[in-house]
């Protein structure tokens, strides 16, 4: 490991306790949520920002392999489309939690909550499509064409579908009057959480990557 | 409403996650830099 890379790590991890400790002691108890509930935005928030980050690079590299026809872009196509659906998956129950608290159910129906499980289908469906080809090649093809049509509707049913229909969630940042509508102390926990969780995905990311194109090497090499 | 020492707690709950999900992390960094070296990679 180099040694930027080292400092770079020791960085993450210092940065994120940081986080946690703003989370529940610099940012201030935001008013209208019941008791301490509405702390777990700055986790459940930075979740979902992460999905979207991992379903961009999967667009991304689904695209350069359709261009370019090489296997690595396919590694990290299937690479980021698993860490989407993990941080999509981990958003869900951070999400769950808060609206046990706030709304006295886990599941409510709400516009937010049918349109990230209609998202984790999907992309669910995008591992279902790469485990049933064998070939390396067509399944990269196949799937880099799934991704396409997979990312069409994420902005749409992340950004427009909650928007368009009446939610229980708060709009504080993003929101027809177009202004934050969260305390300032808030504001940078939230985005402090942001910067790690984006940080971590990269990380993650790396790994898995590296991981994947090891397996590649071993199946070029016939083992 | 919780107690502060009931947040002092969450919070150190979720340090020690956190601390998990990282040397976890760091201990497949280590591993794979000993795999990638060994394949020649």
């Not at chain 2, 969450?10 to 070296?37: H, K």
């Amino acid at each position: 490991m180099t040694k930027t890379k080292k400092l770079l790590l020791a960085a993450l991890c210092v940065w994120f306790c940081l986080v946690i400790w703003g989370a529940f002691f610099y940012a201030p108890r935001a008013a209208g949520f019941k008791g301490e509930s509405a702390r777990i935005v700055f986790f459940h928030v930075p979740q979902a920002w992460v999905a979207v980050v991992a379903f961009c690079v999967n667009l991304v590299a689904s695209l350069q392999y359709l261009r370019r026809r090489d296997l690595k872009d396919d590694v990290r196509a299937a690479a980021s489309a698993r860490l989407g659906l993990l941080f999509s998956v981990l958003a869900t129950i951070s999400g769950s939690l808060f609206a046990k608290v706030m709304w006295g159910s886990f599941w409510n129906w709400d516009p937010r909550e049918v349109s990230i499980a209609i998202l984790l289908l999907i992309y669910a469906a995008y591992f279902a499509l790469r485990q049933a080809v064998a070939d390396p090649e067509r399944r990269g093809t196949l799937a880099a064409a799934y991704a396409i049509l997979a990312f069409v509707t994420m902005p749409f049913l992340v950004f427009v579908v909650p928007r368009i229909y009446w939610s229980l969630h708060p709009d504080t940042i993003i929101n027809v009057q177009g202004k934050i509508q969260m305390d300032s102390r808030m504001f940078q926990v939230l985005m402090g959480s942001v910067l790690g969780f984006t940080g971590l995905f990269w990380w993650l990311y790396s790994l898995e990557t590296r991981l994947a194109r090891l397996r590649l090497h071993r199946d070029q090499r016939g083992e | 409403m919780p107690a502060p020492e009931s947040l002092f707690w969450v919070a150190a709950v979720t340090v020690g996650i956190w601390l998990g999900i990282f040397f976890y992390c760091l201990g497949i960094e280590r591993r794979l830099r000993q795999l990638e070296e060994e394949e020649g990679l």
